[in-house]
Structure formats: C-alpha cells, structure tokens
C-alpha cells in the first residue's frame, strides 16, 4: 500500500521561503518516477518538477519553465522522502502542492502518475 504524506506548506509573504516535504512508503523509493504537482484555483494540476532514475545514484530532473532556476526537487533515499526547496515565494505559486509517483519514465502529465498525497497548500501574500 502506497502512502504519500506531504508537509511543510503555509502562509508566507512575497520573497519568503519553503521547503516541501513528501514522505514516501510502500513502494521502491530510489528507482520511482517523483514530481511535485500545483493545482491553484480554477486551474488545471500542473508539473512542477520531477525526478526520474538513471542508475545508481543518478536522476534526471526536470523543472517546469514557471519555476525553473527558483525550485530545486532533491531526494533523501534513506528516509524515502521527496522535498521541493522555493527560496522566493511569489504570489502566482499559490496552490496545492501535490507529490505523485510514478512506476513508469518518462512521466509528464498527471495520468503518468499513479499515487497521490492529500496536498499541502502553499498561499503567498503579496
């Protein structure tokens, strides 16, 4: 049985910082497809980031362009746990964060994925 549990979302000010965290169990941690998600208001669920295993210790990792060089998506295989760094908060990154996994590569849309969290929000005041 799967079960992903994200944290760490909030109510923050522009220019603030979060670190999101997804806790990870059931399933093979170190060689699954994980991404973070955002779904705001009125909007489809969008990719945030995601990481796909090479071998080894060696993902591939994609960012979507709306967050690409502000995001970072890292992995703590030992702990089986997924975290999304955002350094600067905007008031347009406000929205549920969800953390997916996939058994599958590559994976790019919410269909790819077939475990879900119950979402963390994220609300950021401008």
């Known amino acids: 049985h799967v079960q992903l549990v994200e944290s760490g979302g909030g109510l923050v000010q522009t220019g603030g910082s979060l670190r999101l965290s997804c806790a990870a169990s059931g399933l093979p941690f170190k060689t699954y497809t994980m991404a973070w998600f955002r779904q705001a208001p009125g909007k489809e669920r969008e990719l945030v980031a995601a990481?796909?295993?090479?071998?080894?210790?060696?993902?591939?990792?994609d960012y979507a362009d709306s967050v690409k060089g502000r995001f970072t998506i890292s992995r703590d295989n030992a702990k089986t746990t997924l975290y999304l760094e955002i350094p600067t908060l905007k008031p347009e990154d406000t929205a549920v964060y969800y953390c997916a996994a996939a058994g599958r590569a590559p994976a790019r849309v919410p269909g790819d994925y077939e475990s879900w969290g119950q979402g963390t929000q994220v609300t950021v005041s401008s």
């Open positions: 990481q796909t295993w090479i071998r080894d210790n060696i993902y591939n990792t």
